[in-house]
């Protein structure tokens, strides 16, 4: 399932991300985790161009995000999907479960919870006796589950929420701690590069 893939006119954070890292041109950068890849596209396809660029100099904050392990991808899944069951939007009956599903294997993941919840509970065990489940999840499950999360968050946000929601999501990942220093270097004047 695809949420809100729209054709890009101008770079999207991860592309500047992409250029910063020095990788090939994409919105899926090997440094950034792929779930916090995840939230930053639908976060960049639900603002408007002025959001989209307001974006652009969170771009170092990516870089080098892709650590492996549960706890990571559980707690952003747990914050997108939080905030989604918290916006003031009507949320249909399957979008409802399917939310309160991902959140309590998110939860479970995350030692909050004896149950793994919706169909995790079979793959999860079956995926971990060969040493697959972390991987699964990260790459497929908790992508799905955030992108899910923001899509039904956007209804009822506007830019400056999503990015918030994003900027937190940063945090949770280790990216800028709250109170850090800026990089010393910008994304400015690779993004002007970008579009001249």
Known sequence: MTYGRVARPEPCVLELVSKLAREPWTDRPTCVHPVLGSIARMVHD?????????????????LQTARPGFEGSARLVALCV??????????????????????????????????????????????DRV?????????????????EA?????????????????????????ARRPGAPSPSWSAAPVAHKLWS
């Open 46 to 62: 639900h603002s408007t161009k002025a959001g989209r660029r307001a974006l652009l100099p969170l771009a170092p904050d990516f």
């Open 82 to 127: 939080s905030t989604a069951l918290a916006t003031e939007g009507e949320l249909t009956g399957q979008e409802r479960v399917r939310l309160s599903n991902a959140h309590q294997t998110a939860m479970y993941l995350l030692d909050a919870e004896e149950d793994p919840g919706g169909t995790a509970r079979w793959w999860l065990p079956v995926l």
């Open 131 to 147: 040493g697959l489940s972390e991987s699964f999840y990260r790459t497929f499950v908790a992508t799905e589950h955030a992108a």
């Open 150 to 174: 923001v899509a039904i968050t956007a209804r009822a946000a506007d830019d400056i929420q999503l990015r918030r929601l994003l900027k937190q999501c940063l945090s949770i990942q280790g």
